[in-house]
């Protein structure tokens, strides 16, 4: 069956470019998270989306930072004039979720977007 | 708020001996717990996790992981490691109650794990 996908998987930007990256969830899955993974570093948390709840925003590391969710279709997280320190593979993930009580199912992840800033 | 450690950057093993990755965390209230693996040019995959019940959580591969709770522990475990088992693991907590944690999972910095032929 088909999983997440991301798109594009590899993304050069020039430093002061916007940039966008999309995620395609599992079909069902209402919860959708971004992460980014820098060089040797673990996940570090930017946002997630559960249906149409108020995403919780409060992983976004600067207000350079943004993303939306179509629905409980695909997001898209957009990076305004990047940075170098922007450079990292950027993972999305879905889940079912939960409606009304705390998610806490397994979380499906996107082979990533590598984003290089020069 | 809730955190993760992974005390460990790399774990070493030889082949067929048991292997453990630590992982400790910090959160309110009763934590819902994961393993993931990250192989080498693969994505992320869900190993197992804990939400209530036994402490011993079987997953995929062979592997599991107890739930200590007087340890806030919640180490990674597997009787006889094999070479395809090296990989970049990762531990991750999520605070169950939606008002103190949200919606956030909260991963650690992962630790590397080479099995030895």
Known sequence: GAGVSQSPSNKVTEKGKDVELRCDPISGHTALYWYRQRLGQGLEFLIYFQGNSAPDKSGLPSDRFSAERTGESVSTLTIQRTQQEDSAVYLCASSFGTSGGAPQETQYFGPGTRLLVL | ?117
Do not use: M
């Open chain 2, 1 to 117: 708020a809730q955190s993760v450690a992974q005390p460990e950057d790399q774990v070493n093993v030889a082949e067929g001996n048991p292997l453990t990755v630590k992982c400790t965390y910090s959160v309110s209230g009763n934590p819902y717990l994961f393993w993931y693996v990250q192989y080498p040019n693969r994505g992320l995959q869900f190993l197992l996790k804990y939400i209530t019940g036994d402490n011993l959580v079987k997953g995929s591969y062979g592997f599991e992981a107890e739930f200590n709770k007087s340890q806030t522990s919640f180490h990674l475990k597997k009787p006889s490691a094999l070479v395809s088992d090296s990989a970049l693991y990762f531990c991750a907590v999520r605070d169950p109650y939606l008002y103190t944690g949200g919606f956030k999972t909260i991963f650690g910095a992962g630790t590397r794990l080479f099995v030895k032929a």
